[in-house]
């Protein structure tokens, strides 16, 4: 089911270099190395010396008083939902690192700093290299929606569904300590570490250790497991979620910092993901090996039986569902993207508008947090027009101002700093995933809205490039005037104590703090107020949100 890509669409998103490649730096190769080797070579050097350490699983009784015994119905259900959320956002999840297919511990995101990549391109230095090109194809089997450069599409599906995910766990975990549930998952002793290793020796040296009945027990390392699942991996996977929004990164700077800083908790946030699939392999390995049958029923039907094949055929059944649903996901990709996209402007969309888009930036990033290295993006402006004002190094340039206003203008370089200037430092997040802090200096906003007085009907200013959009056409995007009007929101020509290079914009760029990079418009040519962003170009909101089908409100 191969979308009807147009021409244009299939040089983007079927690229010719369709490369797989997975590299990694060599300290985290030695890392990995020693801590794989350290722990079985332990458990092997320890089997060989004083043979199998005693399995503490052996002296289960079938139930003992007081704990609890089979699964519920709404553990069940919980289990299931859970699976098929869990897979939704894995599989949008990896489209979306994708985007930016490199993952780092620092946040200047120079691209030899990543400690694991899954590209085989090293950035040339002798040419402008944006972020977009550096994106990576993904078959669609593995990520949805897969292809190259879909994380408009991909960022939809994860939101889409993080909600759900978390309600189904926030449910789970309610009934769980409402009954006695908690104390098949919940571990009441220290012992639970050293039980764990005995167990963990058996699986290792390929000795299987005594399988306790799971509908009554779990044997030490299956009870840590679950616990490390559901309390550690699920609130880690949310926290570092938000960390890296940038409402809440550039009002919380201390936030990030608990996991390091913005890139750390991306990388955190890769890591849980791959717990998460390491799990669902092993997981699903040990259900087969002890007892398919009986365990299907445990979790299906809630019954202790092994003769029965109904929860086996119920769970294929399930299992077969999940994959037909993943075909009908990639249908409503590619052929009712329109659709999804305002699916998710009227649920999360309405929720960040009420919270996180509420925040206000606090600037209080130091010169000597600068990074060395700011990923380029978009495409340089190709217009006469553009250039000859760059050979005279924007002597002549005039940003026109109009719209509904009662005093339209046309400012040049010289009148826009007349008006005053205002220096930040700030992060910048792209919504690909890579990070930067640079110190931006320019006119706020609120001197523009001051000077030409817009009407009382105007929600929406919208901003205009010199430069196209991926698929042509002018790149424009909107911000609300409350957003406009908030501290840090500023005109820029000046980056980094530097006047503002051509590849980073010049003349103008604009810096709203709590949005993603998308809507911070490079190469300004004018500025219009409007009543509302539908009465511009397709009427989503700017460039990225008409044709790329990115956030209609890229608070998150």
Not at 124 to 140: C, F, G, S, V, W
Not at 178 to 195: E, G, H
Not at 379 to 389: A, F, I, Q, R
């Amino acid at each position: 089911m191969i979308p009807h890509f147009t021409a244009a669409e299939r040089a983007v998103h079927y690229p010719a270099d369709r490369r797989a490649y997975l590299g990694m730096k060599r300290y985290m190769k030695i890392i990995l190395f020693v801590l794989f080797v350290g722990v079985f070579g332990a458990a092997w050097l320890q089997y060989l010396l004083f043979g199998l350490p005693i399995d503490p699983s052996a002296s289960f009784l079938p139930l003992r008083l007081g704990e609890p015994s089979g699964f519920p119905v709404w553990i069940r259900l919980s289990h299931w939902v859970n699976f098929f959320f869990l897979i939704l956002m894995i599989r949008s999840g990896l489209s979306i690192l994708a985007d930016h297919p490199r993952l780092y511990w620092n946040n200047s995101c120079k691209p030899n700093s990543g400690w694991i990549y899954f590209t085989p391109i090293n950035v040339p230095l002798d040419r402008p290299y944006t972020a977009k090109e550096d994106a990576r194809y993904l078959n669609p089997i593995l990520g949805l929606p897969g292809y190259k450069h879909t994380v408009g599409i991909a960022r939809v599906w994860h939101f889409l569904t993080v909600p759900f995910f978390v309600l189904n766990g926030a449910v789970f975990i309610s009934l769980l300590f409402f009954t006695n549930q908690w104390k098949r998952l919940v571990p009441q002793s220290w012992q639970i570490i050293p039980d764990s290793w005995s167990v963990f020796v058996h699986y290792a040296t390929f000795n299987f250790p005594v399988e306790p009945n799971g509908f009554y027990h779990y044997n030490a390392i299956q009870q840590l497991s679950y616990f490390g699942v559901i309390f550690i991996l699920a609130p880690l996977a949310m926290l570092t979620g938000m960390a890296m929004a940038p409402a809440i990164e550039n009002r919380f700077r201390w936030y990030p910092k608990l996991f390091g800083n913005r890139q750390s908790a991306r990388s955190i946030h890769f890591l849980v993901m791959i717990s998460y699939c390491v799990f669902i392999v092993i997981h699903v390995g040990l259900v087969a090996a002890t007892g398919l049958v009986g365990n299907m029923n445990h979790i299906v039907m809630g019954t202790d039986s092994s003769e029965s094949y109904t929860g086996l055929y119920i769970g294929i059944a399930i299992v077969l569902i999940t994959i037909a649903f993943a075909f009908l996901v990639h249908w409503l990709s590619w052929y009712k993207h329109r659709f999804l996209q305002q699916l998710q402007a009227s649920t999360n969309g309405k929720l960040w508008k009420y919270t996180i888009n509420r925040f206000k930036a606090k600037t209080d990033y130091e010169k000597k947090e600068i990074t060395s290295y700011f990923w380029l993006n978009g495409k340089m402006p190709e217009s006469s027009e553009w250039k000859n004002l760059a050979e005279n190094n924007f002597a002549d340039y005039k940003l026109k101002i109009g719209g509904l206003v009662e005093n339209p203008v046309e400012l040049s370089l010289k009148d826009l700093k007349e008006l005053g200037k205002e220096q930040n430092i700030t992060m910048h997040h792209c919504i690909q995933g890579w990070s930067g802090i640079a110190e931006w200096g320019g006119v706020p906003l609120r001197k523009i809205i001051e000077l030409v007085k817009p009407d009382s009907s105007v929600t929406t200013v919208a901003f205009y490039s010199y430069g196209e959009g991926l698929y042509g056409g002018t790149y424009y995007d909107t911000h609300t005037i409350g957003n406009c009007l908030k501290p840090d929101s500023i005109l820029a020509w000046e980056m980094n104590y530097e006047p503002l290079s051509l590849e980073h914009g010049a003349p103008l760029r604009l810096r709203v703090e709590n949005q993603l990079g998308y809507k911070m418009v490079k190469w300004i040519q004018r500025i219009e107020f409007v009543k509302s962003p539908k009465d511009l170009g397709k009427g989503f909101g700017g460039t990225n949100e008409d044709d790329e089908y990115f956030d209609l409100m890229a608070d998150s």
